[in-house]
């Protein structure tokens, strides 16, 4: 549809990168917390179904850094997901691409 509009293959590919980046950011925003809080849940559950204790070391190993990366992992799977369609995008005919829609 954006082809037919008149945006160039490089356009195309950065509305495509800019629409799945927001996806991204958004799934590693809601990923991280509810992994962490599972993580909080499972870890000690487990420890004392098998009869331990664990310290609160061996529990909280993630620094503040590492939950950033871990946040931005959401964007850099969307983004490397959507290369490969975006490419396929802004290559096409667009009379080829009007057809798939």
Not at 1 to 10: D, F, H, I, V, W
Not at 44 to 49: L, S
Not at 59 to 85: K, N, R, S, T, W
């Amino acid at each position: 549809m954006a082809k037919a509009l008149g945006m160039t293959p490089r356009q195309t590919v950065g509305m495509v990168l800019t629409s799945v980046a927001v996806v991204g950011l958004i799934g590693g925003g809601i990923g991280l917390p509810l992994g962490l809080a599972l993580h909080a849940v499972t870890g000690p559950a487990m420890g004392h179904r098998a009869g331990l204790d664990f310290p609160s070391a061996a529990l909280d190993v993630y620094p503040a850094p590492e939950l950033v990366l871990l946040g931005l992992g959401g964007l850099v799977i969307a983004v490397l997901g959507c290369l490969a369609p975006a490419a396929w995008a802004a290559r096409t005919r667009t009379v080829t691409a009007l057809h798939t829609e």
